[in-house]
């Protein structure tokens, strides 16, 4: 659905849900989803990698303890699949055979410490066991709903000349129609999303992992220098809780996302770039 404009009030539609059931170790995109007040998206980073040299007291930890794409890029290329009625896992990746387990099941996890090893650059702290925190492992200490605009990818990839895969954020909710950054002028604000009511918290801060083609784990673009250089920020979507949720029909691709009115900022200072003869809109399911 294309973005309208009403009474300053900012309206789109929202594509796919995309949970990650182990932290930085797969992505897994839905079609529809049940937001809960307080918590993350079902299933949502349930679970996470700590390296050797993590330091846990058994609830929710800083990404720095866990493996992850900014580390190993190879991570990135992983896809997943949830079985939520036996929380079994299966996992794809390019280079690996697949593999199914069950990451509560402790002799299944020590499989999966194999699996991954290949993965690891040499010189970095090793997987050593899987851990959960009865939330979701976000990279925000709350528990969070990350937001992010395809017109704003749009906009990046235009600037870096070439089209940029959703899969490098790992964002959960991806919103089509926004102007480019206005995303960013929703901080303290809240949204709808069909009925599901939530209040946007704070910009998200990129790492490395996004310079990995999520096709390969190649580090093939250098995004974080792209959005300092045009944007002079490293930020990409924004973090969201959950105020309000929805009722049991889920909510589905196509939703309206809508926000209280607010005045709209002059175009210069959302960076638009000029469209190349010959770009296209970035394809979701490649670079």
């Not at 929202?14 to 299933?43: F, I, K, M, T």
């Not at 926004?178 to 939530?198: K, M, N, S, Y």
Request: glycine share 10%; aromatic share 6%; proline share 10%.
């Amino acid at each position: 659905m294309r973005r309208r404009r009403r009474s300053g009030n900012h309206d789109g539609a929202a594509p796919p849900h995309l949970p990650s059931p182990d932290q930085a170790h797969g992505r897994e995109e839905l079609a529809s989803v049940l937001l809960s007040p307080g918590a993350c998206l079902p299933w949502d980073r349930h679970w996470a990698v700590a390296h050797e040299g993590a330091r846990l007291d058994g609830g929710w930890a800083p990404c720095q303890n866990f493996t992850r794409g900014a580390k190993a890029p190879g991570l990135m290329a992983i896809t997943a699949a949830l079985d939520e009625t036996t929380a079994c896992v299966r996992l794809s990746h390019p280079d690996l055979p697949p593999l199914a387990f069950r990451p509560d099941d402790p002799a299944e996890t020590a499989r999966f410490l194999d699996w991954v090893a290949p993965l690891m650059p040499e010189g970095r702290a090793r997987p050593a066991r899987i851990v959960s925190a009865g939330r979701g492992m976000t990279d925000s200490a709350f528990p969070s709903v990350s937001i992010l605009s395809l017109s704003s990818l749009t906009d990046l990839s235009v600037r870096m000349g070439r089209s940029l895969s959703i899969h490098r954020w790992r964002g959960n909710l991806w919103v089509e129609g926004w102007e480019p950054w206005a995303e960013f002028d929703l901080i303290g604000r809240e949204i709808r999303v069909g009925p599901t009511l939530l209040r946007v918290e704070e910009r998200i801060t990129r790492c490395r992992a996004t310079m990995a083609d999520p096709g390969t784990g190649v580090v093939d673009a250098d995004t974080l220098g792209a959005l300092e250089t045009h944007y002079g920020h490293r930020d990409f979507g924004i973090y969201a809780t959950v105020l309000e949720g929805g009722p049991p029909d889920h909510r589905r691709r196509g939703e309206i996302v809508t926000s209280l009115p607010f005045p709209p900022l002059p175009r210069a200072r959302r960076g638009r770039a000029a469209r190349p003869a010959g770009f296209s809109s970035p394809d979701p399911a490649t670079s």
